[in-house]
């Protein structure tokens, strides 16, 4: 299996934000107008908060991870991977170089990509790309293991939710200089905030069988996409 983590370099971890649980309902989920189709990458579930049920479930799969596959699986430095992982991911798919996604993401992560990329308008595609200092929100939302008793393979696969916030100092300037009260302006930018964080779903699996020779994580799922989008579209629905 490819390497995806070790073939960049480490950052450090922001400080987790607590989040409240609140999901983006998925049936809710349909285009904001007739004219253009809402970001995606790939057709996954979307997910936008932590999960309390899950990060109950995660701690128990970590002490098993830890217990029978890999003594030296940490959450922290995974989580620091995985987000130079996704920005350097980000950054492939934004400049449209997909055969150089090799090694980092499946191939039927990488066909799908191009697929829908190419659907993508032109704005779209210029938000696609990550940098590190965009990147507001980090959270491990699950951890999930596979176990093939008649193979005796072991798979395990982590979901992670990353909030992205393009510009942000723009929005604090709008908040410090515009006219009028300072709580209109906070309100203000605070809406333009929300209507622009990007949430990017990515899902990284690794081979934990005891006769695996990789210990190396690639991606098996990405999206990138804007809840604003379906929220707005869910409120305009009769």
């Not at 997910?47 to 899950?54: D, G, R």
């Not at 170089?97 to 704005?123: C, H, M, P």
């Not at 990147?135 to 176990?147: A, C, K, S, W």
């Not at 302006?185 to 622009?196: C, E, G, I, P, Y």
Request: glycine content about 4%; charged content about 25%.
């Amino acid at each position: 299996m490819a390497s995806i983590i070790t073939r960049s370099s480490r950052i450090l971890l922001t400080p987790l934000i607590n989040y409240s649980t609140k999901a983006l309902p998925i049936k809710s989920i349909r285009y904001t107008s007739r004219n253009h189709q809402p970001m995606m990458l790939m057709d996954l579930p979307r997910v936008v908060y932590p999960n309390l049920f899950f990060t109950i479930k995660n701690f128990f799969s970590r002490m098993l991870i830890n217990g029978y596959f890999d003594q030296t699986f940490a959450i922290k430095s995974f989580s620091e991977g995985a987000r130079q992982a996704l920005t350097v991911v980000s950054q492939l798919i934004g400049n449209g170089q997909f055969e150089d996604l090799e090694g980092f993401a499946t191939r039927e992560v990488i066909n799908e990509v191009k697929q829908n990329y190419q659907k993508l308008s032109s704005e779209q595609k210029l938000k696609i790309g990550v940098d590190e200092s965009e990147i507001v929100f980090t959270y491990p939302y699950l951890i999930g293991i596979i176990m093939d008793d008649k193979t005796n393979s072991r798979l395990v696969e982590i979901t992670m939710i990353f909030h992205i916030l393009k510009d942000r100092d723009s929005y604090r300037d709008e908040m410090m200089n515009a006219p009028g009260g300072a709580a209109a302006n906070w309100a203000s930018a605070v809406k333009k905030m929300r209507d622009n964080i990007i949430v990017c779903n990515y899902k990284f699996l690794r081979d934990m069988s005891k006769n695996s020779n990789d210990d190396s994580w690639i991606i098996s799922g990405v999206n990138h996409w804007l809840p604003s989008e379906y929220e707005d579209q869910q409120k305009s629905s009769p």
